[in-house]
T-cell receptor
Framework: AQSVTQLDSQVPVFEEAPVELRCNYS??????LFWYVQYPNQGLQLLLK????STLVKGINGFEAEFNKSQTSFHLRKPSVHISDTAEYFC???????????WGAGTKLIIKP | DGGITQSPKYLFRKEGQNVTLSCEQN?????MYWYRQDPGQGLRLIYY???????QKGDIAEGYSVSREKKESFPLTVTSAQKNPTAFYLC??????????????FGPGTRLTVL
């Protein structure tokens, strides 16, 4: 069975510091990988996705993620966070043989002034 | 203005009542989804539909029902059989059957509270 693990439920970080949000998955088939952001009481918005090709993917708002097939990871990074990045971030995986997205539990990014 | 609309934004239900959550899209997307979100649990799939007049159960379909009579609309009914319906409900759409790596686009959500 496929699964997605977001290792940290909350990540506190000072403003202008770098951040990494971790995501690991398990799957027996090839996958597509996604990161979404959710601001309070809103729907989700796509940050970036990996389908194929270069393993380093750049997204909106200065975020990027790197697909590591051997470690089955897709960690999200930003070199310098801003107070407006306060949100919950979800990693999701879609097996190539399936219509469904499999979701991680989410990581709340808390920016300290 | 293209997008996904969900109504109402907030909904209160008495125990034993059925309620229907609306999801409408004008993106011309084929696939539509309903998710339930509870704190600390990520998103769980309730139902999804790839074409009109067809839909499939997701992981937590018990106590819920849907219809897909029009491409633009995918209403979700929360029945009295759903024992713990208080949650945030999200509707999503995707361009074409979503077998590929198509992005899912989300509506703003409906927060349902049982009184």
């Amino acid at each position: 069975a496929q699964s997605v693990t977001q290792l940290d439920s909350q990540v506190p970080v000072f403003e202008e510091a770098p951040v990494e949000l971790r995501c690991n998955y398990s799957s027996s088939v090839s996958v597509y990988l996604f990161w979404y952001v959710q601001y309070p009481n809103q729907g989700l918005q796509l940050l970036l996705k990996y389908l194929s090709g270069s393993t380093l993917v750049k997204g909106i708002n200065g975020f990027e993620a790197e697909f590591n097939k051997s470690q089955t990871s897709f960690h999200l990074r930003k070199p310098s966070v801003h107070i407006s990045d306060t949100a919950e971030y979800f990693c999701a995986v879609k097996p190539s043989s399936n219509y469904q997205l499999i979701w991680g539990a989410g990581t709340k990014l808390i920016i300290k002034p | 203005d293209g997008g996904i609309t969900q109504s109402p934004k907030y909904l209160f239900r008495k125990e034993g009542q059925n309620v229907t959550l609306s999801c409408e899209q004008n993106l011309n997307h084929d696939a539509m989804y309903w998710y339930r979100q509870d704190p600390g649990q990520g998103l769980r799939l309730i139902y999804y539909s790839q074409i009109v007049n067809d839909f499939q159960k997701g992981d937590i379909a018990e106590g819920y029902s849907v219809s897909r009579e029009k491409k633009e609309s995918f209403p979700l009914t929360v029945t009295s059989a759903q024992k713990n319906p208080t949650a945030f409900y999200l509707c999503a759409t995707a361009p074409y059957k979503a077998m590929r790596g198509d992005t899912q686009y989300f509506g703003p959500g409906t927060r349902l509270t049982v009184l």
